[in-house]
C-alpha cells in the first residue's frame, strides 16, 4: 500500500482554517511537522491521523475541533445587556 501525503492547501481545507493556522499549529506541535519536496510541504497523512487519535486520548471531553482556535475564528463575547 502506498502513503497518502497532503499538500498545505488540503491540510487546510480538512480543518476548515488558513495555511497560517496549519503552520502555527506544527510551530505548537499540535500537528507533525511536514516533509520538504523542494519548496513545497507536504504532510503524511497516516501521522496526521496519529496526531489527531493522540489528541482525542489526551482530552476527556473533546469538541468537534480539537485543536486552537485562530484569531481569526475565536467567538465574540456577547455584550454585557444594560439591565
Known amino acids: 500500500m502506498s502513503k497518502i ?3 498545505q492547501r488540503q491540510l ?4 476548515s482554517v488558513v495555511s497560517r ?3 502555527r499549529w506544527v510551530q ?8 520538504r519536496m ?6 503524511d497523512l497516516d501521522l ?4 489527531e487519535r493522540q489528541r482525542m486520548a489526551q482530552t476527556p471531553q473533546h469538541h468537534s ?3 486552537p482556535e485562530s484569531r481569526r475564528y475565536r467567538r465574540r463575547k456577547a455584550p454585557a445587556s444594560a439591565a
Do not use: H, W
Not at 523542494?38 to 504532510?43: A, F, S, V
Not at 496526521?48 to 496526531?51: G, L
Open 65 to 67: 475541533k480539537d485543536f
Open 38 to 43: 523542494r519548496t513545497r510541504k507536504i504532510y
Open 12 to 15: 487546510c481545507e480538512r480543518y
Open 28 to 35: 505548537a506541535g499540535v500537528l507533525p511537522p511536514p516533509l
Open 21 to 23: 493556522t496549519v503552520d
Open 48 to 51: 496526521i491521523e496519529a496526531s
Open 5 to 7: 501525503f497532503l499538500n
